[in-house]
């Protein structure tokens, strides 16, 4: 075996040991390098989070609203420095440490609110939905709305890591939509009560008038009456679509729901509308379906407001070929129906455009063609409220030139379901035609308390027909001593009166001897708010609504007064025939001439005033004024008198009389002499063949 000398050895070790060097030196440069590197990086992320936690403080310095993040132990991590806006009970620095929200809101929230505010972040950590809601608090005295939303982060790995809590400030979007609404019901308001003002003396006026067509010889005299009333009922029907309209709008509408016959509504419609169609070549059709139940219960004034509403529009756009109602319904369960209804005509149409705001307030489509036809643009826009009141809907479809079709449904709770066919149909009083009281009281005693002399009478002329005994009382003190005098089967009290006012009176009236049982009816000319609940609430019997219809005054005695005291009249109905005949004569002569509906439109549908209007017409006729002024070229005089002729026509109808008085009226103002030569003649023409055919018919 070879032996390695000491020398041999010793080298090899040397080598050995220099390349170890060597090997340890690169490691060394390696190790250097990853040095140099990680120092670099280290660099890089101390930069980078310096500028992570930069841009955080800066977002929640500049954030708008307070924003709040938490851990999972509901402890604060981050909160927008709006925060310091509303408490100042903790320094920047310490609430990012973690500080139990509780303690944070406490001086910022009430407790309630605060309570309430961390039961839905518990929720929110159980990860249930919480939808943001609104939260009014007064801060350092002042009123702040915020919206607030709360909502759950989680970690890559499912685990909840806490809560973003949002506050947004509402306040100026709360404040300026509480504005607008306050504005909204500023003018509900002031509609509701200017038409309550204006209704208070309507009501002296129809009733004062009623008086003089009754009390009255004076022929003249009770033209002029017949004008009033007639007047009164046009302003009474505007202002009551305005007043319908506010208490839709302020939400203050509400059915009065009670016992009514189908057949009585039906045929007091129907009635109404042949009365109204005497002077067209108009035909009213009816397809009413016999198995819909008689016996309803629900608010039949305003059923009847929505088909005379649609019945009336289809009278006034239709000239000529028919207007059909028609009625069915579906049975919904044991005690309510669907019915459904149509009201069809062959007039005008719609055109397509119009036909999307036709069921908006104040809107009257095609104005050009339609503005010798009056309206409030309300009419369709009440009857789609009152319908969705009733849980029902209202669609319209059109042809515009052919004819137009409204359909709607309402749901009516059923009292009976003995059928309409099965139901008598009682034909009710016609439009227009006179009131007659149907029973008489004169053992009845009835006291009147109205601080108001005017009225006093006019609740006392419509009471005079059923004979009761009438005492006054000018004022609620008044009333009691009357009360204490004598024994009374009805009272009738205004509301409103100065001093102790109507309710007043009655709660005292009620603690006298006799008191509790006493029958008082309100009288009022508010009727808002549903006053028949309202009323009974109050302690009343009853209501009346001023201008007091003689048909509700008789229901309420009917209902109140002792069926002892009460003794049937009989009932004279030869007015009624005696309108019919005339107003036959009067379509055929003056049927070109004019237009019946218009004419109609201004006399309230009544055919006696209407006569009385032509003969008017004629009597005043200006026929000689009228040429004495063009042959002396007076158009200053002339045109002042065809001015007024044009207005005069239009009240009889005659249309076509009234534009051309309308044209020549224009050219006068404006010096259009030739104008006037050319459209004299014919127009004077046009003019006498109407009086002509007024007089024929008036001999006739
Ligand atoms: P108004 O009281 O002015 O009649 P409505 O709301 O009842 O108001 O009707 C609005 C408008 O709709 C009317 O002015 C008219 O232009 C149109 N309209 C309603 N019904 C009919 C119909 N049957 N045929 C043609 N146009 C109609």
Same mark, same amino acid.
């Given at each position: 075996?070879?032996?390695?000398?000491?020398?041999?050895?010793?080298?090899?070790?040397?080598?050995?040991?220099?390349?170890?060097?060597?090997?340890?030196?690169?490691?060394?440069?390696?190790?250097?390098?990853?040095?140099?590197?990680?120092?670099?990086?280290?660099?890089?992320?101390?930069?980078?989070?310096?500028?992570?936690?930069?841009?955080?403080?800066?977002?929640?310095?500049?954030?708008? #609203?307070?924003?709040?993040?938490?851990?999972?132990?509901?402890?604060?991590?981050?909160?927008?420095?709006?925060?310091?806006?509303?408490?100042?009970?903790?320094?920047?620095?310490?609430?990012?440490?973690?500080?139990?929200?509780?303690?944070?809101?406490?001086?910022?929230?009430?407790?309630?609110?605060?309570?309430?505010?961390?039961?839905?972040?518990?929720?929110?950590?159980?990860?249930?939905?919480?939808?943001?809601?609104?939260?009014?608090?007064?801060?350092?005295?002042?009123?702040?709305?915020?919206?607030?939303?709360?909502?759950?982060?989680?970690?890559?790995?499912?685990?909840?890591?806490?809560?973003?809590?949002?506050?947004?400030?509402?306040?100026? *979007?709360?404040?300026?939509?509480?504005?607008?609404?306050?504005?909204?019901?500023?003018?509900?308001?002031?509609?509701?009560? +200017?038409?309550?003002?204006?209704?208070?003396?309507?009501?002296?006026?129809?009733?004062?008038?009623?008086?003089?067509?009754?009390?009255?010889?004076?022929?003249?005299?009770?033209?002029?009456?017949?004008?009033?009333?007639?007047?009164?009922?046009?302003?009474?029907?505007?202002?009551?679509?305005?007043?319908?309209?506010?208490?839709?709008?302020?939400?203050?509408?509400?059915?009065?729901?009670?016992?009514?016959? %189908?057949?009585?509504?039906?045929?007091?419609?129907?009635?109404?509308? /042949?009365?109204?169609?005497?002077?067209?070549?108009?035909?009213? =059709?009816?397809?009413?379906?016999?198995?819909?139940?008689?016996?309803?219960?629900?608010?039949?004034?305003?059923? =009847?407001?929505?088909?005379?509403? %649609?019945?009336?529009?289809?009278?006034?756009?239709?000239?000529?070929?028919?207007?059909?109602?028609?009625?069915?319904?579906?049975?919904?369960?044991?005690?309510?129906?669907?019915?459904?209804?149509?009201?069809?005509?062959?007039?005008?149409?719609? =055109?397509?455009?119009?036909? =999307?705001?036709?069921?908006?307030?104040?809107?009257?489509?095609?104005?050009?063609?339609?503005?010798?036809?009056?309206?409030?643009?309300?009419?369709?826009?009440?009857?789609?409220?009152?319908?969705?009141?009733?849980?029902?809907?209202?669609?319209?479809?059109?042809? #515009?030139?052919?004819?137009?079709?409204?359909?709607?449904?309402?749901?009516?709770?059923?009292?009976?379901?003995?059928?309409?066919?099965?139901?008598? +149909?009682?034909?009710?009083?016609?439009?227009?035609?006179?009131?007659?009281?149907?029973?008489?009281?004169?053992?009845?005693?009835?006291?009147?308390?109205?601080? /108001?002399? +005017?009225?006093?009478?006019?609740?006392?002329?419509?009471?005079?027909?059923?004979?009761?005994?009438?005492?006054?009382? *000018?004022?609620?003190?008044?009333?009691?001593?009357?009360?204490?005098?004598?024994?009374?089967?009805?009272?009738?009290?205004?509301?409103?009166?100065?001093? +102790?006012?109507?309710?007043?009176?009655?709660?005292?009236?009620?603690?006298?001897?006799?008191?509790?049982?006493?029958?008082?009816?309100?009288?009022?000319?508010?009727?808002?708010?549903?006053?028949?609940?309202?009323?009974?609430?109050?302690?009343?019997?009853?209501?009346?609504?001023?201008?007091?219809?003689?048909?509700?005054?008789?229901?309420?005695?009917?209902?109140?007064?002792?069926?002892?005291?009460?003794?049937?009249?009989?009932?004279?109905?030869?007015?009624?025939?005696?309108?019919? *005949?005339?107003?036959?004569?009067?379509?055929?002569?003056?049927?070109?001439?004019?237009?019946?509906?218009?004419?109609?439109? #201004?006399?309230?549908?009544?055919?006696?005033?209407?006569?009385?209007?032509?003969?008017?017409?004629?009597?005043?006729?200006?026929?000689?004024?009228?040429?004495?002024?063009?042959?002396?070229?007076?158009?200053?005089?002339?045109?002042?008198?065809?001015?007024?002729?044009?207005?005069?026509?239009?009240?009889?109808?005659?249309?076509?009389?009234?534009?051309?008085?309308?044209?020549?009226? #224009?050219?006068?103002?404006?010096?259009?002499?030739?104008?006037?030569?050319?459209?004299?003649?014919?127009?004077?023409?046009?003019?006498?063949?109407?009086?002509?055919?007024?007089?024929?018919?008036?001999?006739?």
């Amino acid at each position: 075996m070879d032996v390695v000398s000491p020398e041999k050895r010793l080298q090899m070790e040397n080598k050995k040991l220099s390349r170890e060097i060597k090997r340890l030196k690169k490691d060394n440069e390696v190790l250097r390098i990853a040095n140099d590197q990680a120092a670099r990086t280290q660099a890089y992320i101390q930069k980078d989070s310096t500028r992570q936690v930069f841009y955080n403080n800066q977002l929640l310095k500049t954030y708008p #609203y307070l924003l709040i993040l938490t851990d999972e132990h509901l402890e604060t991590v981050m909160i927008s420095d709006v925060f310091f806006r509303y408490s100042s009970a903790f320094e920047r620095d310490e609430i990012r440490r973690g500080v139990p929200i509780r303690d944070v809101l406490a001086g910022v929230l009430p407790e309630t609110d605060l309570s309430i505010l961390l039961e839905k972040c518990e929720a929110a950590l159980w990860q249930e939905p919480v939808p943001p809601y609104l939260l009014r608090a007064v801060v350092a005295g002042k009123k702040i709305d915020w919206q607030i939303t709360i909502k759950c982060m989680m970690r890559q790995d499912g685990v909840v890591a806490g809560l973003n809590i949002l506050f947004v400030d509402m306040t100026e *979007v709360v404040n300026a939509m509480e504005r607008a609404e306050a504005a909204d019901k500023a003018k509900s308001n002031f509609l509701a009560n +200017m038409s309550h003002e204006i209704r208070t003396p309507m009501n002296a006026i129809v009733g004062m008038a009623e008086f003089i067509l009754r009390d009255s010889a004076d022929e003249v005299a009770k033209r002029h009456a017949t004008r009033i009333k007639s007047a009164s009922r046009t302003l009474l029907t505007i202002i009551n679509d305005i007043l319908d309209f506010s208490k839709i709008e302020s939400g203050k509408m509400e059915l009065v729901n009670d016992s009514y016959q %189908l057949s009585h509504l039906i045929a007091d419609i129907t009635s109404m509308l /042949n009365a109204r169609l005497q002077t067209k070549p108009v035909t009213f =059709k009816t397809e009413i379906d016999g198995n819909i139940p008689n016996r309803l219960y629900g608010d039949e004034v305003r059923l =009847k407001q929505i088909l005379i509403n %649609l019945l009336g529009n289809a009278l006034k756009f239709t000239h000529g070929g028919s207007i059909t109602l028609t009625l069915r319904h579906e049975k919904i369960d044991a005690t309510h129906c669907r019915l459904f209804g149509t009201v069809s005509d062959t007039g005008i149409g719609i =055109k397509p455009e119009d036909l =999307k705001n036709i069921f908006s307030s104040f809107t009257q489509v095609d104005t050009r063609r339609n503005r010798a036809v009056e309206g409030t643009g309300l009419g369709l826009a009440i009857c789609r409220q009152l319908i969705e009141l009733m849980d029902g809907s209202i669609r319209v479809e059109s042809e #515009y030139g052919k004819g137009t079709t409204f359909f709607f449904d309402v749901v009516s709770a059923v009292e009976g379901w003995q059928n309409l066919s099965e139901a008598q +149909m009682t034909p009710m009083e016609r439009a227009g035609a006179a009131f007659h009281a149907t029973f008489c009281a004169p053992e009845a005693r009835a006291l009147v308390v109205d601080d /108001n002399e +005017m009225n006093l009478e006019v609740a006392e002329g419509i009471l005079e027909p059923y004979k009761i005994k009438i005492v006054r009382a *000018v004022n609620g003190p008044e009333a009691l001593e009357r009360f204490a005098e004598e024994t009374f089967d009805i009272i009738f009290m205004d509301h409103m009166m100065p001093g +102790m006012d109507g309710v007043e009176a009655m709660r005292r009236i009620r603690m006298m001897k006799g008191g509790e049982e006493a029958v008082i009816v309100a009288l009022t000319a508010n009727a808002l708010s549903g006053a028949a609940a309202e009323y009974k609430k109050l302690g009343f019997q009853a209501f009346l609504a001023k201008p007091i219809a003689p048909k509700s005054m008789e229901n309420i005695l009917r209902r109140l007064l002792p069926a002892r005291l009460l003794q049937p009249v009989e009932e004279t109905s030869e007015e009624h025939a005696s309108t019919g *005949v005339a107003s036959s004569h009067a379509v055929d002569v003056l049927k070109d001439a004019i237009d019946e509906e218009s004419a109609l439109k #201004y006399c309230m549908g009544s055919r006696t005033f209407l006569e009385k209007m032509l003969a008017t017409f004629r009597k005043n006729e200006k026929t000689k004024q009228i040429e004495t002024f063009f042959r002396a070229k007076d158009w200053d005089n002339y045109r002042i008198v065809v001015h007024s002729l044009k207005g005069n026509a239009l009240t009889v109808g005659a249309l076509k009389l009234s534009e051309h008085a309308k044209e020549l009226e #224009y050219a006068a103002r404006d010096d259009h002499i030739d104008e006037i030569m050319e459209k004299h003649e014919p127009f004077m023409k046009e003019y006498r063949a109407l009086l002509d055919a007024i007089e024929a018919r008036a001999k006739s």
